[in-house]
């Protein structure tokens, strides 16, 4: 076999692989609808674009953010309780 022929089978089995990963991401995500306001939506296109992201990824990771935020804040109200008590 020449070397050519293998290194085109090795891109292929790569991009077999990268698909079946999309696939795989694309059947374990869930889609949500969402309405907002056309200014906060303006912004969020802008700054997505100008960073090279999704709106989608952005999202994202800002509900993630802010539910950890909200952890740490139950978090530390338990304490804060448990230490008055």
Do not use: Q, T
């Amino acid at each position: 076999m020449s070397l050519c022929f293998l290194r085109c089978c090795d891109k292929v089995v790569n991009n077999i692989n990268i698909i079946n990963l999309m696939r795989l991401i694309k059947a374990l995500a869930k889609s949500v609808s969402i309405s907002c306001n056309p200014d906060l939506l303006n912004k969020l296109s802008e700054y997505c674009s100008e960073r090279g992201c999704s709106r989608s990824w952005f999202i994202n990771k800002a509900i993630e953010h802010y539910m950890a935020e909200l952890e740490e804040l139950e978090d530390r109200e338990d304490y804060e309780e448990g230490e008055a008590a």
